[in-house]
T-cell receptor, first 112, second 115 residues
């Protein structure tokens, strides 16, 4: 069975500091991995996705994530946080089935 | 192009009532999925429809049902509402069957409050 674990339900960083949001997955077959962002009272917006073409994936708004098979991880990073990055971030895994499995989310707070 | 559109955006229902939520996928998308997001949690899969056929069902009771119409729009129906059904209901569409590398695109959701 596939699953996703997001470490840290809340993360706070200072504006301009590195953002690191952690995601570990469990899958018996090569997974497809996604990061979505959800702003208050909105739906989910795709940030980036891993589909085995490259282990380092670049997404929108300066975010990127690196797939590490040996660590079963797909952590999301951004070199310099901006106030507008404050939101909830969800990691998701999908295999050749009909659904995505989402983590419980990490709420990012950016401090001025 | 319009994204995934959902209606209504907010609604309040009483326990025991029935609710219908509607979703129009992105133009050209043939797959629609429904997710429930309870406050403070990640989205949980309810249904997926592709080419008007149910392709998958999550771990939800039979009170939940859905269908997809010839124009690929979809309805989610919930009968005998319980307080625990209060959540954000998200619709997502994709070009092909959901799963694997097919990206799903979400609507803004329908906020359901059961009192």
């Amino acid at each position: 069975a596939q699953s996703v674990t997001q470490l840290g339900s809340h993360v706070s960083v200072s504006e301009g500091a590195l953002v690191l949001l952690r995601c570990n997955y469990s899958s018996s077959v090569p997974p497809y991995l996604f990061w979505y962002v959800q702003y208050p009272n909105q739906g989910l917006q795709l940030l980036l996705k891993y589909t085995s073409a490259a282990t380092l994936v670049k997404g929108i708004n300066g975010f990127e994530a690196e797939f590490k098979k040996s660590e079963t991880s797909f952590h999301l990073t951004k070199p310099s946080a901006h106030m507008s990055d404050a939101a909830e971030y969800f990691c998701a895994v999908s295999v050749v089935t009909y659904k995505y499995i989402f983590g419980t989310g990490t709420r990012l707070k950016v401090l001025a | 192009d319009a994204g995934v559109t959902q209606s209504p955006t907010h609604l309040i229902k009483t326990r025991g009532q029935h609710v219908t939520l509607r979703c129009s996928p992105i133009s050209g998308h043939k797959s629609v999925s429904w997710y429930q997001q309870v406050l403070g949690q990640g989205p949980q899969f309810i249904f997926q429809y592709y080419e008007k056929e149910e392709r998958g069902r999550g771990n939800f009771p039979d009170r939940f049902s859905a269908r997809q119409f010839p124009n690929y729009s979809s309805e989610l129906n919930v009968n005998a509402l319980l307080l625990g059904d209060s959540a954000l209901y998200l619709c997502a569409s994709s070009l092909g069957p959901t799963g694997g590398q097919n990206t799903i695109y979400f609507g803004e959701g329908s906020w359901l409050t059961v009192v």
